[in-house]
């Protein structure tokens, strides 16, 4: 019998919440901003349709075991609720399935962690098969070991925000029933991952180029992927307003196709489970031959951003690729903000919605995916070895010297590495 999931359609109220933080020792040892973060915190839980009713900080040495926060902390949440008339508690960090129960009970409100949050986001803006498959992973495999601490909070307050994607029923069905769904789901995402490899050894055997987009989430990587191809994709100011990989084929300004592919936003705090479900596509980024990093030039903590995706790069273990850093939304910074951008070779300033930096773009990424000039002489009665050429890449000139003709060429990354050996020895 095939094994499905159920959604759970249940009407609900609309979140009305209080949004939490605790600064620790622990937090100010790890160098996240707790003011950045919460800031952050309101824009993701308005991206799930929150309204956010106001913000609650708290210093304290130490997470409480039994209430995140300190228990007068929990009374001061209380009495905010009851005078906002809130119905959720959203908090910047993960809770345990015992603190979420002890939380609900005592204040009687819905309370959700960042994590849950971030993938109730993912589960609204899934839409292929295979990133419905990934957030429903990442789901489950958070919710497994809460599972004790969940039960009266979706039986009491029905679906809507912290539980999209595996519903009602399927998240109060036993552990084993559960972590079965999690094998399954796991084996498909198995297959994505053989699909993925054999695409991309088609793609090294003809020699195709693939340059990847990485960056911050809401960096603005689709628009520029809509500007690049004119690929029809979902451009919104948002917070990952892209979940589903995208690939198109750019053409350069010598003619050369590419393969640019877009990827999901990257975020602090970006929930593990959620990074190894989507390793599959995530993995693209690894098989790039050259990473466009994606920077909203005019963020307030665009120092704070590169790094953490810098960070994950390294996870993923893409961290030395050739990366090229694209300093976007230049149009959005005051003068003194762009001073301090650099401007280099490895270094843009641009605007997706600029022909003119398009094009410095696209030339840009033809040198970068260019190698040197390299001179041939061939047999001018080596028809074949000529024809080879133009597959190594741009024949710049030809002369005629005798019985031979002397080539030279622009090599391509790529295709150059594939059949540069055949001329090896034609070589000048």
Known sequence: MQNTTTYDTTPEENPRAILVSLVTDEVKRSGIDPVYSLEELVALAETAGVQVLTTLTQN????DTKWFIGKGKVQELKMLADELGANTAIFDQELSGAQVRNLEQELDLKIIDRTQLILDIFAQRAKTREGIIQVELAQLSYLLPRLAGQGGNLSRLGGGLGSRGPGETKLETDRRHIRGRIDELRRQIGEVEKHR???????KKSGTVQVALVGYTNAGKSTLLRQL??????????LFATLDPTSRMLELPGGREIILTDTVGFIQNLPHNLIAAFRATLEEVNEADLVLHVVDASAAMLDDQMRVVDRILEELGAGGKPQIRLYNKKDL??????????????????SAYSETDMERLLNRLQDELTGG?????????????????????EVVSQEFEEEDVVYEVRLHKGESEKYEYLLEEYKI
């Open 333 to 350: 910074c005051t003068p003194e903000q762009l001073e301090l951008l650099p401007e280099d070779e490895s270094n843009l300033r641009i």
């Open 373 to 393: 000039t390299v001179s041939y002489r061939i047999p001018a009665s080596r028809g074949d070895l000529s024809a080879q050429l133009y597959k190594l890449g």
């Open 60 to 63: 304290k040495e130490k997470k």
């Open 229 to 238: 191809t004119n690929a029809d994709v979902y451009v919104q100011n948002q």
């Open 197 to 203: 490899t054999l695409q991309r050894q088609r793609r």
